[in-house]
């Protein structure tokens, strides 16, 4: 094995810990650091050959930094597809159910009670095409949290289809709910 494999093996525990600034779950943190290597590997050699001679240890730490906080913060990396959820920055106490929409799109200072949102949203989901209400349904379901990726290969609709869909539900019942 060269120096500089043998170089990126000894750093695990290094990039382990730029993982972890970025989350707190040992899985997302191996996962990241895994398509890290898997992109070192697959990179062109000679641009990582040159940040190691160039700079050393401290260059390839610096080089990983980026392409961690990337992994973790772009939404145009196969990191983020696959395991972040495209609403991941937006959830609430971790519930990525209807809690979301009625918390932050919605007046809680009057007196209706939670499930009296949960009909209004129910209400504007009837009020859909069928397609749309199912996709979101699946999407949002508390039984089974479903990625875009996973629901793709499940339902056989291309991942990008989804997305859209769920995005222009969510931007209608939120939309709607703001009146009410």
């Known amino acids: 094995m060269s120096d500089l494999k043998k170089t990126l093996v000894e750093l695990r525990k290094v990039f ?3 993982a972890g600034q970025y989350c707190g779950k ?6 990241a650091v895994q398509m890290l290597y898997e992109m070192f590997f697959t990179m062109n050699q000679q641009t990582l050959n040159k940040i190691y001679d160039k700079d050393g ?3 390839l730490i610096k080089y990983a930094a980026v392409t961690i906080r990337r992994y973790f913060t772009s939404s145009k990396n196969k990191y983020y597809y696959t395991y972040r959820r495209y609403y991941e920055n937006l959830k609430v106490n971790n519930v990525y159910d209807y809690n979301f929409i009625i918390d932050n799109y919605t007046d809680n200072t009057d007196t209706k009670e939670k499930w009296e949102y949960f009909e209004q949203l129910d209400t ?21 949290k479903e990625t875009l990726d996973t ?3 499940k339902t056989g609709i291309s991942r990008n289809s989804l997305f859209t869909t769920i995005d222009n539900v969510r931007k209608t019942l939120i939309e709607n709910l703001k009146d009410e």
């Open 57 to 59: 240890k401290d260059g």
């Open 151 to 153: 629901l793709a290969k």
């Open 16 to 18: 382990n810990g730029i």
């Open 124 to 144: 504007e989901l009837d009020k859909m095409y069928w397609y749309d209400q199912e996709i979101y349904k699946l999407y949002y379901s508390v039984d089974s």
């Open 26 to 31: 040992q899985d997302q943190i191996d996962d």
